[in-house]
């Protein structure tokens, strides 16, 4: 059997492990980035303005008074859902993106 135990080559599993802990250090890098970058998403028209950061936490919604009608609080509701929803959405396409980035476009399942 070749050196490394494995036929067919030299297989470095030392080697392997730095590169695998190496790859979770940048990992933490990007993660820890992400934090601190926001998306943002609207509905209506700009009515309801909210923002997300990577962790996929909301931290700001804007409510443009116009749109705040005691009669039709449904709308409202709706209108808050949506660009909460999309902010969310834009947060996890921006990980992915990041992540994808770092591991050279694997796809690794359970990573984020």
């Given at each position: ?93 921006m990980m ?17």
């Amino acid at each position: 059997m070749p050196k490394g135990g494995f036929p067919g080559g030299n297989f470095n599993v030392n080697q392997m492990m730095k590169q695998a802990q190496k790859m979770q250090q940048e990992m933490a890098k990007v993660q820890e980035e992400l934090q601190n970058k926001t998306v943002e998403a609207t509905a209506g028209g700009g009515m309801v303005t909210v923002v997300a950061n990577g962790k996929k936490e909301l931290v700001d919604i804007k409510i443009d008074p116009q749109v705040v009608d005691p009669d039709d609080v449904e709308m409202l509701q709706d209108l808050v859902l949506a660009a909460c929803n999309e902010a969310l959405h834009k947060a996890e396409d921006m990980m992915a993106e990041e992540m994808q980035k770092l591991t050279g476009g694997l796809n690794i399942p359970g990573l984020f």
